[in-house]
């Protein structure tokens, strides 16, 4: 007898169903059309939400020009705000603030914290590292220049994000540990079902959900890692290459997986090695979740559940910090 297949929960089985983007990309079509039309099922997504003050800067930072933007709840202009810099999904490929913004804007309101959103370069355009590179040049001029110039309360910073944003988020607490950040730059990060480990690692929640059947398969994750990496498996890009010791003294974390996702199982072994690192660190499996399941349906009690997860993430982590 065949195993049972896991369930998603209706709204998302229905989602998928109805997702013109997901269709697109399982087709392999052209990836300016999929970014488009994610931007626009983003912005659907996304209509109705209560306004957040938006900056806009294209950072000229470590030799690297990113174009970025700062939100913030309305009425915070001028108060020092805790920083939370988010690296969105995409597979490194797509994604925008249009496809994010509902994500964008819950943390804003709900976690009275500053956003800020880089949006860095996209494959196959762009190689790794440059995704990698214009993140830590976001992450350095947020750290120098955040305070001054956008007031915000850099000491309180966290970093964030979902699917490929997860690796880049990481990535980055690696690369400030390697790079000779102050150990304590980054206060705590919060992974959304990463992606971290290369193509050849085996894991069964790959052979499970990636056939199609559900958002994320595997013919989506060859194009991403391929577009992105090439045949490279770079430590410095693979946060799942990285050994227990690697790990040891990087941020808090929080990684948030769902249960119906090609990536759950790699999310949740790295949150395990964090543990081994002594990192503190807490996961939570999102049962019948797919992948993607943070950018859309804000009133399904799994989404709400994973922000208040986020929200406390950061008030805890915030608030001890003297």
Known sequence: MAPQKIPMQPAYAAAYEASVAQKMLQKQM????????YDEEGKKAASGLPPIVEDFKVIEYNDRSVPTYFYRPPGTEKESLPVVVYYHGGGHTFGSRHSHMQ?????????????VFPEYKLAPEYKFPNAHEDCFATLLYVLEQGSKEHCLDTNKLAIAGDSAGGNLTASMCYWAKERGLPADAIKTQVL???????????????????DGDYPNARADFLFYRTSYFGQEQPKLGYPFLQTVEDLKGLPPALVISAEADFLRDEAEEHARKLVAAGVPTSCFRVLGAVHGYINFLPDVP?????????KFQLQDTFSKVK
């Open 302 to 310: 799994s989404y709400k559940q994973s922000l208040s997860l986020i």
């Open 192 to 210: 959304i079902y990463p992606s971290l480990a290369p193509i050849p690692f085996k894991f069964a929640s790959r052979d499970e959900f990636g």
């Open 103 to 115: 994500i964008i804007n819950h943390l804003a309101l709900q976690c009275n914290v500053a956003v």
């Open 30 to 37: 052209d990836i300016k059309q999929v970014r488009e039309k």
